[in-house]
Nanobody
Framework: QVQLVESGGGLVQPGGSLRLSCAAS????????MGWYRQPPGKQRELVAA???????NYADSVKGRFTISRDNAKNTVYLQMNSLKPEDTAVYYC?????????????WGQGTQVTVSS
């Protein structure tokens, strides 16, 4: 059963912007914080932004000031607004639960959405 679906990736020039969306099931969205992860080619997956059920946010140093995570409780959707994009932001981006366990997150990894930043 698909419980998390990412969308919104694409090709963008350096300095440009994209907004990613993650549609979640209500059972997940209402109980846990959510996070955005990314995996560049040949590298391990890393957490870039997280938001609690109460709306508190945290960011990796590499994206602070450029990315904004938010959530719409009515739509069971979490967003990642990405501004001032750099080539090093190129990766497959995934959403998942946060503030939970590694094994729990393993239940939900999906296909992700590709973000490519290139001139």
């Amino acid at each position: 059963q698909v419980q998390l679906v990412e969308s919104g990736g694409g090709l963008v020039q350096p300095g440009g912007s994209l907004r990613l969306s993650c549609a979640a099931s209500r059972s997940i969205f209402s109980l846990y914080g959510m996070g955005w992860y990314r995996q560049p080619p040949g590298k391990q997956r890393e957490l870039v932004a997280a938001i609690t059920s109460g709306g508190s946010t945290n960011y990796a140093d590499s994206v602070k000031g450029r990315f904004t995570i938010s959530r719409d409780n009515a739509k069971n959707t979490v967003y990642l607004q990405m501004n001032s994009l750099k080539p090093e932001d190129t990766a497959v981006y995934y959403c998942n639960v946060e503030g939970s366990s590694r094994s729990h997150r393993g239940d939900y990894w999906g296909q992700g959405t590709q973000v490519t930043v290139s001139s």
